[in-house]
Nanobody
Framework: VQLQASGGGLVQAGGSLRLSCAAS????????MGWFRQAPGKGREFLASINWSGGRTDYADSVKGRFTISRDNAKSTIYLQMNNLKPEDTAIYYCAAEPSAWGMTDFRSWGHGTQVTVSS
């Protein structure tokens, strides 16, 4: 599956952004999907994942309660709603598909990232 993330930008602290990730491929609906980010000088950080139906989600503690992952299988798209953004949320955000199992972070397919910058 091919993935394309969008929706990044510059926002003030306390603001919100919604990222989108459009996927190509007929079997999008069966994939577990996820969001990650990488800040300058840091490793890639898992943020959230969602199962095929959207009925099961998982979040990193750093974003729990502020970020919401969702999906629209009819549009082959996942979303990451980000609220109450903080300067430390500044990073490149990536979407990914198909880990080896739920709870794993070894996603098979990755999209190009989208930059999110939060000013203080």
């Amino acid at each position: 599956v091919q993935l394309q993330a969008s929706g990044g930008g510059l926002v003030q602290a306390g603001g919100s952004l919604r990222l989108s990730c459009a996927a190509s491929g007929r079997t999008f609906g069966v994939y577990v999907m996820g969001w990650f980010r990488q800040a300058p000088g840091k490793g890639r950080e898992f943020l959230a994942s969602i199962n095929w139906s959207g009925g099961r989600t998982d979040y990193a503690d750093s974003v729990k309660g502020r970020f919401t992952i969702s999906r629209d299988n009819a549009k082959s798209t996942i979303y990451l709603q980000m609220n109450n953004l903080k300067p430390e949320d500044t990073a490149i955000y990536y979407c990914a598909a198909e880990p080896s199992a739920w709870g794993m972070t070894d996603f098979r397919s990755w999209g190009h990232g989208t930059q999110v910058t939060v000013s203080s």
